[in-house]
């Protein structure tokens, strides 16, 4: 097959998990809305003077599970359009803003459905997929380029390291966000007298602190990693190894706010509420790197082939 | 009475310095410093900072000068060098010092100590266990405790075993690693060197101070430490993707000498592959064309001659530059620029279609007067200050053209390719590096270590007692307990 037969393959990909994760979106929204809206599945039993409804989310179960089949297909199309972008170029996808966004969704969607086999984060679900459409939406309509070969300043095996290790941190930051701002949304709600109804069937609020340590605490050697190993990459091809390039900066304004959250879980005053603030700081800081960054900023890390 | 009054401010200092000591070796001031640290590394990158982009810097003061007069006495042009940037770090690492040395010192005792002593009631702690003793316990649990590697305090009639002491070893190393970056970090600063030049392909360089363009020392580095070493440019070659116009491939053909005694050596060097020469590497950072060209005088004596480095202005190589020639009277300068591949474009005149010389054209521009070199103001090579100066002729020149002006000629005689070499010593990388290795090994260390205690009793009563304790609530221990206890009772049994 031809390069750009292979490019074209990996289009149809995009789409076809674009298209399969828009169905994985309808089914965690409906499976949301059912086991919530509807009168009568729940039933209602009153405790003390208030009415307290209890929701009956067996009967939604099955619609999660094809939501969840739905979001493992998507990652597979996802991921073959990852590697037919690859084939298609002769090197490893990530030269340019698309490429990274493909890449970047995929580790996203890899990240919560590694984080499901341990923890039913299905709830989760829907912000993922509606996070997953934006971001490949975004791709395909803006970022998009022709495949080509790199500039020279990428061809090196650094690439390949140095550019996985942040994607995957990236997809894991972003996981750890979602639920860090889920977080504070439901602490603000018991605050003001309880959960909404939808809001019943979320963790509690110790497991979703605990849920947002771990995987902090899982990706931030990578990410420290991710880091270093740029700073060797830029040693080979810049002649230094720490130039305060806006995106450098910006790496390590990330690694010290994520550094922060970790101590900040260590010490007492600071869990819970405080720290939860802390992570969505952090990961606001990546977010800033890739956008911001990545298509308005000046320095060395221009790839964006906008 | 006087001695007194000589004390109590003594006494007060000596108070408040360790105050102001434990303050500043306290947690909560070290995460507020490295958010601080974090915060004050923004505006360098919003802002245009003079290490990396000194001619932004320059803009911004034609600009708005009464802006960039602020910003400068805030030091926001050189935020990672100013005082309060160093104040924020030197702080944090002060801070992390006084919290690390002491915690250091204590996990050493600790570590050689033995474990503490049972507790009494071990049916209050975590994961307790009982069941009736069928003899030999202790000693199967000494034996199980030694193949896993716990360190065991035999107490009477019980065994205290501890594990674990990678966490806090982990967490201690990550932090004295950072110790060693900076270290390595301030070291490079104080012995090493940078420095650029832009080298006409065909020509050598010399590694001296006067051969470059631009050179910063460090302040304990000297002239004399400069490696003796030479490089002749002999090749060139760039590949361009014809779709895209983007450079595909970067590749230089050199001659090296390592000193001028020893043997030249053919090399190439690459974009992801400098030239070593012991600590100083020489890096390929840029490329550009130098129209060569010859000027004469009404009495066709050469007046100049060569190659003249001229600036790329975007991705197809469009360059601009100046030829300056002093010594005619008047003085003549040429305001230039180059079109690799020539064409136009209906708003910018004359640009450049693609990076490769596939059509080369020189535009000039003739100024006669006074070039204002005399005056002592620095200069751009690439432009010409024509105040003083009046325009004399307008011509576009292919390869191989002459013009004739008023008062002389230039003929246009071919291009070269230019290259703009790094050449970087940094003694203190390694002492990075290796810090850099280390902390992401205690960094694991830490984050994946778990400290753990398991008791084990044989009452008088004949019963078994097994607890355990996790620190930092780290999970996981419930099992091992339970591989522990079916490990004895499976054993004891086999004896019984």
Same mark, same amino acid.
């Given at each position: 097959?031809?390069?750009?037969? %292979?490019?074209?393959?990996? =289009?149809?990909?995009?789409?076809?998990?674009?298209?399969?994760?828009?169905?994985?979106?309808?089914?965690?929204?409906?499976?949301?809305? %059912?086991?919530?809206?509807?009168?009568? +599945?729940?039933?209602?039993?009153?405790?003390? =003077?208030?009415?307290?409804?209890?929701?009956?989310?067996?009967?939604?179960?099955?619609?999660?599970?094809?939501?969840?089949?739905?979001?493992?297909?998507?990652?597979?199309?996802?991921?073959?359009?990852?590697?037919?972008?690859? +084939?298609?170029?002769?090197?490893?996808?990530?030269?340019?803003?698309?490429?990274?966004?493909?890449?970047?969704?995929?580790?996203?969607?890899?990240?919560?459905?590694?984080?499901?086999?341990?923890?039913?984060?299905?709830?989760?679900?829907?912000?993922?997929?509606?996070?997953? *459409?934006?971001?490949?939406?975004?791709?395909?309509?803006?970022?998009?380029?022709?495949?080509?070969?790199?500039?020279?300043?990428?061809?090196?095996? %650094?690439?390949?390291?140095?550019?996985?290790?942040?994607?995957?941190?990236?997809?894991?930051?972003?996981?750890? =966000?979602?639920?860090?701002?889920?977080?504070? *949304?439901?602490?603000?709600?018991?605050?003001?007298?309880?959960?909404?109804?939808?809001?019943?069937?979320?963790?509690?609020?110790?497991?979703?602190?605990?849920?947002?340590?771990?995987?902090?605490?899982?990706?931030?050697?990578?990410?420290?990693?991710?880091?270093?190993?740029?700073? +060797?990459?830029?040693?080979?091809?810049?002649?230094?190894?720490?130039?305060?390039?806006?995106?450098?900066? %910006?790496?390590?304004?990330?690694?010290?706010?994520?550094?922060?959250?970790?101590?900040?879980?260590?010490?007492?005053?600071?869990?819970?509420?405080?720290?939860?603030?802390?992570?969505?700081?952090?990961?606001?800081?990546?977010?800033?790197?890739?956008?911001?960054?990545?298509?308005?900023?000046?320095?060395?890390?221009?790839?964006?082939?906008? | 009475?006087?001695?007194?009054?000589?004390?109590?401010?003594?006494?007060?200092?000596?108070?408040?310095?360790?105050?102001?000591?434990?303050?500043?070796?306290?947690?909560?001031?070290?995460?507020?410093?490295?958010?601080?640290?974090?915060?004050?590394?923004?505006?360098?990158?919003?802002?245009?900072?003079?290490?990396?982009?000194?001619?932004?810097?320059? &803009?911004?003061?034609?600009?708005?000068?009464? #802006?960039?007069?602020?910003?400068?006495?805030?030091?926001?042009?050189?935020?990672?060098?100013?005082?309060?940037?160093?104040?924020?770090?030197?702080?944090?690492?002060?801070?992390?010092?006084?919290?690390?040395?002491?915690?250091?010192? &204590?996990?050493?005792?600790?570590?050689?100590?033995?474990?503490?002593?049972?507790?009494?009631?071990?049916?209050?702690?975590?994961?307790?266990?009982?069941?009736?003793?069928?003899?030999? $316990?202790?000693?199967?649990?000494?034996?199980?405790?030694?193949?896993?590697?716990?360190?065991?305090?035999?107490?009477?009639?019980?065994?205290?075993?501890?594990?674990?002491?990678?966490?806090?070893?982990?967490?201690?190393?990550?932090?004295?690693?950072?110790?060693?970056?900076? @270290?390595?970090?301030?070291?490079?600063?104080? @012995?090493?060197?940078?420095? &650029?030049?832009?080298?006409?392909?065909? $020509?050598?360089? /010399?590694?001296?101070?006067?051969?470059?363009?631009?050179?910063?020392?460090?302040?304990?580095?000297?002239?004399?430490?400069?490696?003796?070493?030479?490089?002749?440019?002999?090749?060139?070659?760039?590949?361009?993707?014809?779709?895209?116009?983007?450079? $595909?491939?970067?590749?230089?053909?050199?001659?090296?000498?390592?000193?001028?005694?020893?043997? $030249?050596?053919?090399?190439?060097?690459?974009?992801?592959?400098?030239?070593?020469?012991?600590?100083?590497?020489?890096?390929?950072?840029?490329?550009?064309?130098?129209?060569?060209?010859?000027?004469?005088?009404?009495?066709?004596?050469?007046?100049?001659?060569?190659?003249?480095?001229?600036?790329?202005?975007?991705?197809?190589?469009?360059?601009?530059?100046?030829?300056?020639?002093?010594?005619?009277?008047?003085?003549?300068?040429?305001?230039?620029?180059?079109?690799?591949?020539?064409?136009?474009?209906?708003?910018?005149?004359?640009?450049?279609?693609?990076?490769?010389?596939?059509?080369?054209?020189?535009? #000039?521009?003739?100024?006669?007067?006074?070039?204002?070199?005399?005056?002592?103001?620095?200069?751009?090579?690439?432009?010409?200050?024509?105040?003083?100066?009046?325009?004399?002729?307008?011509?576009?020149?292919?390869?191989?053209?002459?013009?004739?002006?008023?008062?002389?000629?230039?003929?246009?005689?071919?291009?070269?390719?230019?290259?703009?070499?790094?050449?970087?010593?940094?003694?203190?990388?390694?002492?990075?590096?290796?810090?850099?290795?280390?902390?992401?090994?205690?960094?694991?260390?830490? #984050?994946?270590?778990?400290?753990?205690?398991?008791?084990?009793?044989?009452?008088?009563?004949?019963? /078994?007692? /097994?607890?355990?304790?996790?620190?930092?609530?780290?999970?996981? #221990?419930?099992?091992?307990?339970?591989?522990?206890?079916?490990?004895?009772?499976?054993?004891?049994?086999?004896?019984?």
């Amino acid at each position: 097959m031809s390069n750009t037969s %292979w490019a074209y393959l990996s =289009n149809y990909f995009i789409y076809s998990a674009m298209a399969v994760f828009t169905l994985a979106f309808f089914a965690h929204a409906f499976e949301t809305a %059912w086991a919530v809206r509807t009168p009568s +599945i729940a039933t209602e039993k009153s405790e003390g =003077n208030l009415l307290v409804k209890t929701f009956d989310f067996e009967r939604t179960a099955r619609t999660a599970r094809i939501a969840t089949a739905f979001m493992i297909l998507g990652f597979l199309l996802l991921f073959s359009g990852v590697v037919a972008r690859g +084939i298609s170029a002769h090197r490893v996808p990530w030269g340019n803003m698309y490429e990274f966004s493909i890449t970047g969704a995929m580790a996203f969607t890899g990240a919560y459905l590694l984080a499901l086999r341990k923890n039913d984060l299905r709830w989760l679900g829907l912000i993922v997929a509606t996070a997953v *459409l934006l971001t490949l939406g975004t791709a395909v309509t803006v970022l998009y380029r022709p495949s080509a070969p790199l500039v020279p300043a990428l061809k090196s095996t %650094w690439l390949v390291i140095h550019v996985s290790a942040a994607i995957v941190s990236g997809g894991v930051f972003l996981l750890a =966000n979602t639920i860090a701002a889920t977080y504070l *949304l439901l602490d603000r709600m018991e605050q003001r007298g309880g959960r909404n109804a939808w809001a019943k069937r979320l963790p509690t609020l110790e497991v979703l602190d605990q849920l947002c340590y771990r995987l902090v605490a899982f990706v931030f050697p990578l990410w420290t990693f991710a880091v270093i190993a740029g700073a +060797i990459w830029a040693e080979h091809a810049w002649g230094r190894y720490w130039g305060w390039d806006p995106k450098e900066t %910006w790496a390590f304004i990330t690694w010290v706010c994520y550094a922060a959250y970790l101590h900040a879980r260590v010490t007492a005053g600071w869990r819970g509420r405080k720290a939860a603030w802390l992570c969505l700081l952090a990961g606001s800081t990546f977010l800033f790197n890739y956008v911001y960054v990545n298509i308005w900023g000046t320095g060395k890390h221009t790839y964006s082939g906008l | 009475m006087s001695n007194e009054k000589i004390e109590i401010p003594a006494l007060g200092l000596a108070a408040l310095l360790r105050f102001s000591w434990r303050q500043l070796t306290s947690m909560r001031t070290a995460l507020i410093l490295l958010l601080m640290l974090g915060i004050a590394a923004i505006p360098g990158s919003l802002i245009p900072q003079r290490g990396q982009n000194p001619m932004r810097v320059q &803009e911004l003061f034609t600009q708005s000068p009464g #802006l960039a007069k602020i910003y400068d006495a805030l030091s926001l042009f050189d935020v990672y060098a100013s005082p309060w940037f160093s104040a924020i770090y030197i702080l944090l690492f002060l801070s992390l010092i006084g919290c690390v040395l002491p915690r250091s010192f &204590e996990h050493f005792k600790a570590a050689r100590a033995l474990p503490p002593a049972t507790p009494k009631n071990l049916d209050r702690m975590e994961h307790f266990t009982t069941w009736s003793s069928q003899g030999n $316990e202790l000693e199967v649990a000494q034996g199980w405790f030694k193949k896993n590697r716990f360190r065991v305090k035999v107490d009477g009639n019980s065994l205290s075993a501890e594990k674990g002491f990678l966490r806090e070893t982990g967490n201690l190393l990550f932090h004295l690693a950072l110790i060693m970056v900076l @270290f390595g970090v301030s070291f490079g600063a104080l @012995f090493g060197m940078k420095g &650029e030049a832009i080298v006409n392909v065909g $020509e050598t360089f /010399v590694n001296t101070t006067t051969s470059y363009d631009s050179i910063s020392l460090g302040r304990l580095s000297n002239e004399s430490s400069l490696a003796p070493f030479t490089i002749t440019v002999n090749k060139f070659l760039a590949k361009y993707n014809a779709l895209t116009n983007a450079p $595909e491939d970067y590749t230089l053909y050199v001659t090296s000498k390592k000193s001028p005694e020893s043997k $030249e050596s053919q090399k190439i060097i690459k974009v992801n592959s400098p030239l070593g020469f012991g600590s100083t590497n020489v890096y390929l950072q840029a490329n550009g064309y130098s129209p060569i060209v010859t000027v004469r005088d009404k009495g066709n004596t050469i007046v100049f001659q060569g190659p003249v480095p001229f600036l790329p202005q975007d991705s197809n190589l469009t360059s601009i530059g100046a030829i300056k020639v002093p010594d005619m009277k008047p003085q003549i300068g040429f305001v230039a620029s180059l079109l690799p591949t020539a064409a136009r474009d209906k708003v910018k005149g004359g640009i450049s279609a693609f990076p490769e010389l596939l059509d080369p054209s020189l535009l #000039l521009s003739v100024w006669g007067g006074d070039l204002g070199l005399d005056r002592g103001v620095p200069q751009s090579v690439y432009r010409i200050n024509t105040s003083k100066m009046e325009q004399i002729g307008l011509q576009s020149l292919k390869p191989g053209e002459i013009y004739t002006f008023a008062d002389g000629s230039i003929s246009f005689d071919g291009i070269t390719p230019w290259v703009n070499l790094q050449i970087v010593r940094d003694p203190g990388k390694g002492f990075a590096l290796i810090g850099s290795i280390l902390a992401i090994a205690g960094l694991l260390a830490s #984050l994946f270590g778990r400290r753990r205690r398991i008791w084990i009793r044989v009452t008088a009563q004949g019963k /078994v007692e /097994v607890a355990g304790l996790a620190k930092n609530a780290v999970a996981g #221990l419930a099992i091992e307990i339970e591989t522990f206890v079916n490990a004895i009772k499976s054993k004891t049994e086999r004896m019984a």
